[in-house]
């Protein structure tokens, strides 16, 4: 089973406006990390955003913002006021705690999803 | 100024040939980690180290080697055994394995021709 689920491959938005991009997660671990990360064309993974599992907020970064929702186990990505410079593939990942713990296979490591390739419209 | 650096950024190598990918950091990470992507994939993880000298195999290690013998260093060696090389190789790193993230170099693309 995919531990990370993002089900949109693609989205477009009109500059300025703002765009959110799901992601949906599966853990039994009570404590994990959420990632957001941007991938230009360029190839680098750039650090976006992190939630904690047991933080009560959501997280916040200048322009992005994570809509945690626990229960549903989502930890969307909202970008407002979207730039041309957003045009971008966008990963959601998973690091569970307890995992760490241990060795072997990918426990303790960040889990990517499959991204969804972001377009903003001029 | 810290960060991961990964050469070459293009990489050509032929059917049969071992060819080994550099990562660098000076962050002073202890955790280090490489990832394999594939169009339209996420990001797979092939071997992370957690310290110096100790190396694990990730989801899709076969027909890859690593070594950690420098805490800056995590060289990743495409052996010949691994049927599909061709990809995007990213290298990554993280003060820990706990809840921190993780930064990535700029990556390398492997062809295999």
């Known amino acids: 089973a995919q531990k990370i689920t993002q089900t949109q491959p693609g989205m477009f938005v009109q500059e300025k406006e703002a765009v959110t991009l799901d992601c949906t997660y599966d853990?039994?671990?009570?404590?994990?990390?959420l990632f957001w990360y941007k991938q230009p064309s360029s190839g680098e993974m750039i650090f976006l955003i992190y939630?904690?599992?047991?933080?009560?907020q959501n997280a916040t970064e200048g322009r992005y913002s994570l809509n945690f929702q626990k229960a549903r186990k989502s930890a969307n990505l909202v970008i407002s006021a979207s730039q041309l410079g957003d045009s971008a593939m966008y990963f959601c990942a998973m690091r569970e705690a307890r995992a760490t713990m241990n060795y072997g296979g990918s426990q303790g490591n960040l889990i990517f999803g499959k991204g969804t390739k972001l377009s903003v419209k001029p | 100024d810290g960060g991961i650096t990964q050469s070459p950024k293009y990489l050509f190598r032929k059917e049969g040939q071992n060819v080994t990918l550099s990562c660098e950091q000076n962050?002073?990470?202890?955790?280090m980690y490489w990832y394999r992507q594939d169009p339209g994939q996420g990001l797979r993880l092939i071997y992370y180290s957690q310290i110096v000298n100790d190396f694990q195999k990730g989801d899709i290690a076969e027909g890859y080697s690593v070594s950690r013998e420098k805490k800056e260093s995590f060289p990743l060696t495409v052996t010949s055994a691994q049927k599909n090389p061709t990809a995007f190789y990213l290298c990554?790193?993280?003060?820990?394995?706990?809840?921190?993230?993780?930064?990535f170099g700029q990556g390398t693309r492997l062809t295999v021709v």
């Open positions: 962050l002073n990470h202890d955790a």
């Open positions: 939630q904690g599992s047991y933080d009560q």
């Open positions: 853990t039994s671990d009570p404590s994990y990390g």
């Open positions: 990554a790193s993280s003060i820990g394995a706990g809840n921190t993230e993780a930064f």
